[in-house]
């Protein structure tokens, strides 16, 4: 009878322990997303719609140094330099990501960051003055180590800040502001606005913006309280920390979670890169969140982006209006991404994931047949604008935001920074490959190129469906315990305190505290 009424005790515990969006969070929230993801998104676009402009500065500027004009092809290697050097300063970012969330914490690291991209903004907003293009190549190297940062620290420290059932949400909102940084450089970038002769050093450099607005309000936030308490083992701040987010004084539920979280990883101790590598415990989420993040970036998303432009004109659009439409892609990538936010706690992280691969894999399939009949069928040109949309939506909802929430629930707090190392140098190597790969795909297989991304999004749908587990309303503890049955390895806990029982119904793991004597 004690048994069943501890079991009926935990139940309630369970159930009724979900947190609530309190003002502290969402300015936490909203203001670690916007002076960090929306910079990501800003500077993936910004320097699209100024490219000629930009180009042309080049031109000029070479010419007055060397009195000849610049060659075709050293422009382009130039060119081509200036947007590669993005992706692989986030490549270097995220080898910082492990050594900077341990050492200064999540919240820490959001504010170190922001000297990178105050740095990065004045160096290119001077540019022209300084009559150098050389700064610019090296402003996006400092930007892409900020973004390689930004990716994965953001991320990381919602999903520690966030009460399990607003977990998922609050893990989409980073995605969300990367679309709306798109969409804004998008916005500026319109020729009437800076994407100009004279407006264009000016749109480089008001990334610096929000990280100044970061700089002045994040202090008052709080640190993970997980953080404080695993890593930095002090739980009057903890508990502190926890109690402002939450905004009432009963924080014991989440505090006792975080101590058998705690209490669990002990015997391993923190991981490095190495270490999460080789450990068989973590085999199947380390696999996985390599996989996600691959499909993510080797799914064709920044194909699509490249053939839109093209894809427009050939079903009549004006050339002038084309980047009207291109802004118009970029509000369906916002109001899609947001809609995920409120959906994917309803439906859940697994069905977001097989439906956004599903769309853009099924996209890719048709786009394909569309680019290839668009010269002998007249309406195969507005069949190829639909695959677009489609596919940009699937991205939106599943693809895109959803690999960086699974790495945040499917690792514990000390392998946790080394597991976003490590998915966030494979999205950024991948977003880098695919950079200097697709020019030269598109050349020798031109819209058979969107074969190869149909194939990658069919492979990480079936990935998924099989390995993948739905992590949706559970603990971290419990999400941990369905991959070690995967990885057929025991968790060690306390047996003298905590004793797991897994008999409610649906499935629930639930915790009740039992003594030794009474076991």
């Known amino acids: 009878m004690k048994l069943k009424q501890e079991r009926r005790e935990t139940f309630d515990y369970h159930e009724g322990s979900k947190g609530k969006m309190t003002i502290l969070l969402a300015v936490a929230t909203l203001i670690s997303a916007f ?11 910004v320097i699209n719609a100024p490219a000629p402009y930009m180009q042309d500065f080049y031109n000029r500027t070479y010419f007055n140094r060397t009195g000849v004009p610049m060659d075709s092809g050293f422009q382009t290697l130039l060119w081509s330099l200036t947007v590669s050097m993005f992706p692989l300063g986030g490549f270097f970012g995220s080898l910082m990501v492990w050594p900077l969330v341990n050492k200064c914490g999540r919240k820490g690291t959001l504010l170190i960051s922001n000297a990178f991209s105050i740095t990065a903004a004045v160096l290119m907003g001077s540019a022209e003055v300084a009559k150098t293009f050389e700064i610019i190549i090296f402003s996006r190297v400092i930007m892409g180590i900020y973004a390689g940062l930004a990716s994965n620290v953001v991320p990381m420290f919602l999903g520690e800040v966030s009460p399990r059932n607003l977990r998922g949400a609050i893990g989409v909102v980073p995605q969300l502001f990367i679309t709306v940084g798109i969409l804004v450089a998008q916005i500026l970038g319109l020729n009437r606005i800076l994407g100009n002769a004279k407006g264009w050093p000016v749109l480089l450099g008001l990334t610096g913006i929000p990280s100044v607005i970061q700089l002045l309000i994040l202090p008052f936030c709080p640190e993970s309280p997980r953080y404080l308490l695993i890593q930095m083992g002090n739980e009057k701040q903890a508990r502190q920390a926890l109690r402002k987010l939450r905004g009432c004084d009963d924080v014991d539920d989440e505090i ?20 999460l590598c080789t450990f068989r415990g973590l085999r199947w989420q380390l696999i996985s969140i390599i996989v996600m993040m691959m499909g993510q970036q080797l799914s064709g998303v920044n194909a699509v982006f490249y053939y839109a432009d093209r894809i427009f004109l050939s079903a009549g659009v004006d050339s002038s209006n084309v980047q009207y439409v291109t802004v118009s892609i970029g509000a369906v990538n916002v109001v899609m991404t947001l809609l995920a936010v409120f959906i994917v706690e309803s439906l859940g992280r697994r069905i977001l994931l097989l439906a956004g691969f599903g769309l853009c894999c099924v996209s890719c399939a048709v786009l394909t047949l569309a680019l290839n009949l668009q010269t002998t069928v007249s309406w195969m040109s507005y069949l190829s604008i639909v695959c677009v949309i489609v596919y940009i939506i699937g991205h939106a909802i599943g693809a895109s935001p959803i690999p960086f929430v699974m790495i945040t629930e499917m690792f514990l707090q000390s392998s946790r920074p080394a597991a976003f190392m490590v998915g966030g140098s494979v999205h950024w190597l991948c977003n880098f490959t695919v950079g200097l790969v697709f020019l030269y795909m598109e050349a020798g297989l031109g819209p058979y190129s969107f074969l190869i991304f149909c194939a990658i999004c069919l492979a990480t749908i079936v990935y998924i469906f099989f390995i993948v587990p739905e992590t949706k309303n559970k603990t971290f503890m419990e999400i941990n315990r369905i991959m070690a049955k995967r990885n057929k390895v025991e968790i060690q806990e306390d047996k003298e305190e905590l004793k797991d029982i897994c008999a409610l119904p649906g499935g629930q793991a639930e915790k009740t505290v039992i003594s030794s004597s009474e076991m």
């Open 256 to 275: 006792e979670e975080m101590r058998q979280e705690d209490q669990s990883e002990k015997e391993e101790g923190h991981f490095s890169v190495c270490s």
């Open 35 to 45: 002076g960090s993801s929306f910079q990501y998104g800003y500077n993936v676009s």
